[in-house]
């Protein structure tokens, strides 16, 4: 396992093109799940770990990993597997997402698939783990589940979504009067958590899972406007999502000339590996790592006062 994320760092090149690698790994079942590269620090075979009083149940304790105290989260018990038990055995996948590295307990880590954005689907409706998914995909005839690590990290630790008053602008619902904020994220605890934030600015708000609902979306709302900017003020979209990711989608909008003058932030978990040649090229206007609702709410008044 030692050199299977050597090269990460020349595979950028499939930021843009709508594809991604996947890291498979399995939890306490033969079920293979996902998660992208790009997120991914380091995989080691789990070390020693120290109990510490009040850590969240989920939490099996902390790992000291080159100079940095990480928090080691069981991930299979986090979505209603049994707890991992010869933690010996198992593996640490090193992760960075919304700004802090956590460390996730698998069973198993098996290898690097690359695959397209448009094989990855939306999850099927129902209880139990697949409230925890925001993606599936089949690989060699075999179901790949993509978990929604936003919700377990917000259920261990939930985040902020107060905007500061000193923030608060009363003036910007009044300067997109009837027009809409569209919110673009997979995952349904970002779209509430942009959705509170963006309500303490008193704007509407229309939220879509992926980037593919989000342009069917707006190339419906064209008719009888000849700029879409007559119908929503900016689009705010996560990068990671099924069937079209963000990078895609603000392609697109810029490829279409009734399109290309929305105003497009673009909200993502991949702080730490995010490439600004990337979001140069596919034309975004912006991008802020999730999830600060203060550096949200600043960023989208600069964007209202920009395109009015």
Known sequence: MAGILDTVNQRTQLVGQNRLELLLFKLNSRQRFGINVFKVKEVLQCPPLTSMPKLHPYVRGVAHIRGQTISVIDLGQAIGFRPVEDLSKSFIIIAEYNRSIQGFLVESVERIVNINWEAILPPPKGAGRFSYLTAVTEIENELVEILDVEKILDEIAPT?????????????????????????D?????????????????????????????LDLLKDELEGVDDIRQKYALLISDVEMPEMDGYTLTAEIRNDPKLAGLYVILHTSLSGVFNEAMVKKVGADDFIPKFNPDELAAAVTKAIEKSN
């Open 160 to 184: 902020d979504t107060e905007v500061s008053g000193d923030l608060i602008d009363r003036t910007l619902a009044e300067t997109i009067a009837g027009r809409k904020v569209l919110i673009a």
């Open 186 to 214: 997979d995952s349904s605890v970002a779209r509430n958590q942009i959705n509170r934030a963006l309500s303490a600015l008193n704007l509407d708000t229309e939220l879509v899972k992926d980037g593919k609902e989000a």
